[in-house]
């Protein structure tokens, strides 16, 4: 039998929400709601389905390697000069990219210890060695990790909001410790779920790229903009990173028909604040409903939730899927008392409120 690299032995497949499709045909249902992978419930716009259908015509032709008029556009939407973008198969390729060209075997990573697993995984395949850094109150130790750079740590991983907590940290916590930071290590900041946030303690961190050339930002088109399975995301950073990034990235990542969706839904505004508005209104009924059960949550600026309910939540989750609502366990993520939701259409919340309720009902009386 071939001998994988060492490395792969700590190493699991990556974990995705259940499928609909497949609870339907474990469980006989003909209904499921999925709440498990922060995917937009509203779909996507419909200029990049008009754009992509279009599309449609060229996909017989490789796409151009490096995206440029998508970076281009980028520039412009967000007044940041194309030399600092480089665009990638969903921003995970991106955090794939940056631990292939900058980490060393035996050089450290460090990282919350409960944050997207995708910055673990990628240090490990490249031979790092990632640095856990607990939580505090479900949100990033600005403090614990500054203190926990050596002069071997090579990345810092911050997702911010992050994820699964949804939980951000302050402007100004999060400024001093960029500012805390050698410049020989790479500050990524993933900000997946950066147009959520409704709060103006949140550090605006386009505004700090000249002033850190050790700066990196990601961001994403599937999201708030619905193109989850299209994968587009893209890095902001000085252009001496992007560079070496390129020299790195697969030929032809993004294709056609997602670099169309991508460069018709950055016009699409309607639908965009249609999304943030039905999700504003979701979170308040969440948040409003759990604190009519009793139970508390994590401060959210995502798309989801989590919710703690003071009990192991496994037994919980599956009892929602016999009910054909899909959520996310938090013992996968470090919190077994709690649930991670996405917010559904209203409906969908409702429905998963009245189970919840239910089950939660049936777990006291039993």
Do not use: A, K, Q
């Given at each position: 039998m071939v001998q994988t690299r060492k490395q792969m032995n700590s190493i699991a497949m990556y974990s995705p929400g259940k499928p609909v499709e497949e609870l339907k045909r474990e469980l006989g249902l003909d209904k499921v709601i999925k709440m498990a992978s922060n995917e937009n419930p509203y779909g996507f716009s419909p200029l990049a389905e008009k754009a992509m259908m279009k599309e449609m015509k060229n996909v017989h032709y490789y796409p151009e390697i490096t995206s440029p008029v998508l970076t281009e556009k980028l520039s412009k939407?967000?007044?940041?000069?194309a030399h600092n973008f480089i665009i990638g198969n969903g921003s995970d390729e991106i955090?794939?990219?940056?631990t292939r060209?900058?980490?060393?075997?035996?050089?450290e990573a460090v990282m919350a210890s409960v944050t997207f697993p995708r910055y673990k995984t990628n240090v490990l395949i490249e031979g790092g060695t990632p640095v856990e850094?607990?939580?505090r109150d479900g949100t990033h130790d600005a403090e614990a990790i500054s203190e926990a750079v050596t002069p071997n740590t090579k990345i810092i991983f911050m997702c911010n909001p992050n994820n699964p907590t949804g939980t951000i940290l302050g402007k100004n916590e999060l400024l001093q410790l960029i500012q805390s930071i050698p410049p020989d290590v790479l500050v990524v900041l993933d900000e997946a779920y950066y147009e959520y946030v409704h709060t103006d303690d949140y550090l605006q961190s386009l505004d700090y790229l000249e002033d850190f050339p050790n700066l990196m930002i990601l961001r994403t088109f599937s999201k708030v903009y619905g193109l989850a399975s299209a994968r587009v995301g893209y890095g902001i950073a000085h252009p001496s990173i992007i560079q070496e990034l390129l020299k790195g990235k697969e030929p032809f990542n993004v294709n056609r028909l997602a670099h169309a969706g991508a460069l018709a839904a950055l016009d699409d505004k309607?639908?965009?604040?249609l999304t943030l508005e039905k999700n504003e209104s979701g979170r308040l009924y969440l948040e409003s409903q759990f604190t009519r059960l009793g139970l508390t949550y994590f401060p959210t600026h995502t798309n989801f939730i989590?919710?703690?309910l003071a009990t192991e939540a496994e037994a919980i989750y599956q009892h929602l899927l016999v009910k054909g609502i899909i959520v996310r366990p938090g013992h996968m993520m470090g919190y077994p008392t709690m649930l991670r939701v996405t917010i559904g259409k209203p409906e969908e919340n409702e429905q998963f409120i009245t189970a919840l309720e239910q089950v939660l009902h049936e777990q006291v009386t039993t």
């Open positions: 939407h967000l007044n940041t000069s955090i794939r990219m940056i060209t900058y980490l060393n075997p035996g050089e850094v607990p939580m309607e639908f965009m604040d989590m919710v703690d």
